[in-house]
């Protein structure tokens, strides 16, 4: 089958080395990958999709193909908002950071506060503030974003990312930032390595993938220095750079036995 890999024009270069595995890995099983940026005015026609990109819009446009598509487009949607996302996993009743949307600097009870943009990813558009003159500069800046303020938990930038395959988990880092950094990001130099999910952990997890009826995710906890964890964010799309780094495994591999096995077995089942 002939398949759309769709991504932001900037991340086709940045994220170069996974789309070459990746389509080595899709001609194992029989099918094949046109890489197409999301702002391209003419999206041509394929037998499935595996949407790369951070763009709700679009992927809510191309799900009106009725074609399988990976990840559906409201995983899309509420990945990328992390208000809709915390308040997702809330339903669930799993634990997760206290948050709130805010409008003024008015609205920040307590500090410090960790503020965010629902769209950011990859440690922009977050940052940790001590006082009401910090964090004013951050709103100003950001005036015209949905705006969200998380109390502030001493993990000692420390999180854990589950990498999710529909509803079994293939692997799971542990993220420590850097120096002077609450941040935990991989990418903003933190380093990482294997965590292995206790059973309430694995249950929290599918419980959250089962819900969303995802495909591929990461979903992001803080790790609390007693053990135990809350929820902070899901990642559509999910970098792998991190689960390589502690596994040495390609995981373009897995992805495509995952996106074939769905193709294959349950074609009709997959048309949205």
Known sequence: MNGLLIYELKEIKR????????IIAAERFGHTFTVID????????????FFRARNPKLSKQLEERNLPMFNRAEVNVIANDKYKAIQLVQLLGIPSVPTRKIKTIFDIRDYPVVLKTVDGHGGTQVELFQSEE????????????????QTYIETNATDVRVFMLGTEVIGAVKRIGAVDSFKSNFTLGGTVKAYSLNSQQLADVKKIATALKSDYIGIDFLLLPDGNWLFNEIEDPVGARSYYATT?????????????????????????
Do not use: C, G, W
Not at 139 to 148: G, L, R, V
């Open 15 to 22: 994220n170069s080395s996974f789309i070459e595995r990746l």
């Open 38 to 49: 999301d702002q391209n005015s003419s999206i041509p026609e394929a037998d499935f999709i």
């Open 134 to 149: 910090q964090a004013k500069v951050f709103i100003e800046e950001h005036s015209s974003k949905t705006i969200i303020a």
């Open 248 to 272: 040495k495994k390609d995981i373009t591999i897995p992805i495509m036995d995952y996106i074939n096995k769905k193709l294959t077995e349950n074609p009709d089942q997959m048309r949205v």
